[in-house]
């Protein structure tokens, strides 16, 4: 049905210049625009736009292994303007998983045995507490590796294997929890805690316990403590979406993605992109960070592009495919929509996330709102988004060819078992900001290319508040939490480019991704095409 709804009443056209190493940046805030039906109207348009863009400066060998066979790879230290410390980009090519993994653990260890010490003592810096939400994610894992495919767990064992030959065997015990920390679902997660202090405990578990009972925490006090703890909380906010069609330059599709979360943790002191080329699959890049040997998000070089932004439902489970490789799983098996929903049919959930899947060879985009055991599949301008509303207020204004989340969800099935009927502020207003870029470049006939898609993906990078001023400006932004903003130009015929942000900086120099430089990656050499 027809509906209309006024987001502005006048036009607010924001030029924010940054200077950050003599580049400048202009954030763009568009347009008042009325919605009615599927037409996009207005009196505005959008303001010019030059993100932060930059080269890669070099590219050096840090570290190689080889073993027989067709198994080899090369850590690179990736240098660009704009960072501390390089980008680490693991280039792997391999027979299989188990090799695959074997060359992380031998070539990153000391990169996984930093991140993840750096990741507890910055957000759960008792380390008693460490010791019991060590014991938890250790049971969640076993939980969660029984239902990996057989592959990936070869993988997490050739994780072993290589670190082991590095006499860092801890290295595999640190990716299995980074892997169940990114896993853990909201659930009960404090019942559960208390479950396992109330049971049988090893005798390092027990000794933390009791020595935090002796500094006054109650059993219940430890568990609220480590479920309320950021740690448990990977990737519950992010932004992703996908644009292709008469919007685009010669119709192809661009996607962004967003990780808002733990800013200034260290983990991105050791940023890194692993590009698979397993024997038998499709090569593609995974971006993210050491000890976590998932998909944040990434591109294939079939023009698969993979995305995530939390959705937390009451229906959540450990007992399926971890969503960080079951996005690897994706992009190393499939070409077309057809085939990515087919895939994702054949697998399981976990926890509530919205995923999004772009595919470059039939251009468009997919938003799948899931939990444990639903999924909700979303193509553009989908009824259900368009009529949602809440007390009488519309909630949802979908567009032909553009199609984007953030953090709440549409379908009425998967709203029935979320915490809550309606979106939040800080959620919607990075929705309703992506909504009008859209509908800004499309009122001023801008086509959306490489420029306007790193624009979209940074407009909504959180950079320190919740107001839909605040996503317009990096001036007050040291306290944002993107800590990886990602846009991408998938391509299959070799002309791929991944534009890659991640924070850098401490305290008062801290700048979010989404203020940073986007690092461009060309993908053809990296893919071998």
Known sequence: SSFSFLLFVHLVLLCLMMMFGGVVILFVATIAVSVFGQNEVGDGVSTPFAPKITSIRSTSVMRTWKSSGANFATLYAVAADGYDDPILTLNITTEDHYNAGFAQGYLLANEIIENYDALMNFLLPEKDLQVVLSAFLDSQYVILSAHLPEEFQNEMQGILAGATAQNLSIVSVYSQRGLAIASIAVGDVEKDILYLLKNELDPLVASAVSSLLKKGFSEEDIAKTIASSRLLDFGRTCSMFGVWGSRTENGRLFSGRNLDWAAQTGVTKNKLIMIFHISG????????????????????????????????????????????????????????????????EMTNNTMGINHGIGTAQDPSFLALETNGIYTAYFNDNDPRERDYEVDGVHYGFPLKEALWRTNHAYDPTFISESFQTKPGTDTFNRYLLLHDAFVGYNMSNTVISDLQAVNLTAIVGDKGGSSRESFLSCANATGGENIISAAFRPDVNGNAVMYVAYENGKNATHIPACCNNYVKFPMASWFGL
């Open 281 to 344: 699959t499709i090569p593609y890049a995974s971006i993210g960070f050491a000890a976590i040997n998932g998909a944040i998000t990434g591109m294939s070089a079939a023009g698969v592009t993979v995305h995530e932004a939390g959705d937390d439902s009451k229906n959540v489970t450990m007992r399926g495919f971890a969503w960080l490789l079951r996005l690897r799983a994706l992009m190393e098996n499939v070409r077309t929509q057809k085939e990515a929903r087919s895939f994702w």
